[in-house]
């Protein structure tokens, strides 16, 4: 019956982890969106496969920009699938609206990590928010793939970094003669329960 019991504060628990890695994971993208990139793409403009139009994609830490040139003197009359032309293409970039002039120049920007979950679009502008007298922008497309995937990345690291800090403390306490659960001194007792906490210590 216990066991049962403790379901929904397990539930509840689980569910308000994944709510703070999810706001952890925007708030990181958010910080990330306003570093500066510099062109790495070295000038160059790589080509479709079915030769409607080029692309440039500019990678850093956490954030990606991607210069797309659509039409090749036609007008495109239908949505464009961008992610599906080449696959060295973020698919965070997602599919274009149809152009309405031969040639549409159309600049995409993502940031968060290890996947980008913030998205910028043409006709999306960041939010600008004033903090500590300086402005950040904030995206309004959200790439929610990116989203699940940084924030199950950054439980994991929260998880590893506080089992191997508790595992190194109790190692630590152990070796000087420790309680292990309060760190109450050991050496000279002659039963096998802290006088502390209770807890009950092999002896050897």
């Known amino acids: 019956?216990?066991?049962?019991?403790?379901?929904?504060?397990?539930?509840?628990?689980?569910?308000?982890?994944?709510?703070?890695?999810?706001?952890?994971?925007?708030?990181?993208?958010?910080?990330?969106?306003?570093?500066?990139?510099?062109?790495?793409?070295?000038?160059?403009?790589?080509?479709?496969?079915?030769?409607?139009?080029?692309?440039?994609?500019?990678?850093?830490?956490?954030?990606?920009?991607?210069?797309?040139?659509?039409?090749?003197?036609?007008?495109?009359?239908?949505?464009?699938?961008?992610?599906?032309?080449?696959?060295?293409?973020?698919?965070?970039?997602?599919?274009?609206?149809?152009?309405?002039?031969?040639?549409?120049?159309?600049?995409?920007?993502?940031?968060?990590?290890?996947?980008?979950?913030?998205?910028?679009r043409p006709g999306h502008p960041s939010v600008k928010w004033s903090l500590v007298g300086r402005s950040l922008r904030i995206p309004r497309g959200v790439w929610w793939p990116g989203v699940a995937l940084n924030t199950l990345v950054g439980i994991a690291v929260i998880v590893v970094v506080c089992e191997g800090t508790r595992k190194l403390r109790a190692w630590n306490r152990k070796r000087s003669g420790l309680c292990l659960a309060c760190g109450y001194e050991l050496a000279g007792l002659s039963h096998r329960a802290c006088p502390e906490c209770g807890m009950e210590h092999q002896r050897g």
């Open 1 to 120: 019956m216990s066991a049962r019991r403790n379901v929904p504060r397990y539930c509840s628990r689980l569910v308000a982890v994944l709510l703070v890695g999810a706001a952890v994971s925007l708030l990181a993208a958010a910080i990330l969106g306003n570093f500066p990139l510099s062109s790495t793409g070295g000038g160059g403009l790589q080509t479709f496969a079915d030769g409607s139009g080029r692309y440039r994609v500019d990678e850093a830490f956490g954030r990606s920009r991607v210069h797309v040139v659509l039409g090749t003197g036609r007008i495109l009359d239908s949505n464009f699938d961008v992610s599906a032309q080449d696959s060295r293409l973020p698919r965070w970039l997602g599919d274009l609206p149809a152009s309405e002039a031969p040639i549409s120049v159309r600049v995409f920007e993502a940031s968060g990590w290890p996947a980008r979950a913030l998205v910028t």
